[in-house]
Nanobody, 120 residues
Framework: QVRLVESGGGLVQPGGSLRLSCAAS????????MGWYRQAPGKQRELVAS???????QHVDSVKGRFTISRDNAKNTVSLQMNSLKHGDTAVYYC??????????????WGQGTQVTVSS
């Protein structure tokens, strides 16, 4: 089993910055792709950014140039640096990971979510 714990959410003014972090723990053998998703009230959960184990990244068009995903394989962590935040970025942000554990050949895991609110 893998546990993902997010941190770093909060209230920020438009144009401000936040950094989200996610730490994975458990009987992990290897974590492959990691990502950040978000879900705003009344909307479907959407992928914001993803990163492969080798460091290849993808960002949804709406955050390109403002958000940057990164990871530390040695620490089993993934981060999302969010700059120039807009009202439309308000959502619950979820960490996601594809991982191989000592009891499973592969599984997909979610964190509990962290609230990001952009408001003046």
């Amino acid at each position: 089993q893998v546990r993902l714990v997010e941190s770093g959410g909060g209230l920020v003014q438009p144009g401000g910055s936040l950094r989200l972090s996610c730490a994975a723990s458990g009987s992990i053998v290897r974590i492959n792709d990691m990502g950040w998703y978000r879900q705003a009230p009344g909307k479907q959960r959407e992928l914001v950014a993803s990163i492969s184990r080798g460091g290849s990244t993808q960002h949804v068009d709406s955050v390109k140039g403002r958000f940057t995903i990164s990871r530390d394989n040695a620490k089993n962590t993934v981060s999302l640096q969010m700059n120039s935040l807009k009202h439309g970025d308000t959502a619950v942000y979820y960490c996601n990971a594809d991982a191989i554990t000592r009891v499973s050949d592969g599984g997909n895991y979610w964190g509990q979510g962290t609230q990001v609110t952009v408001s003046s």
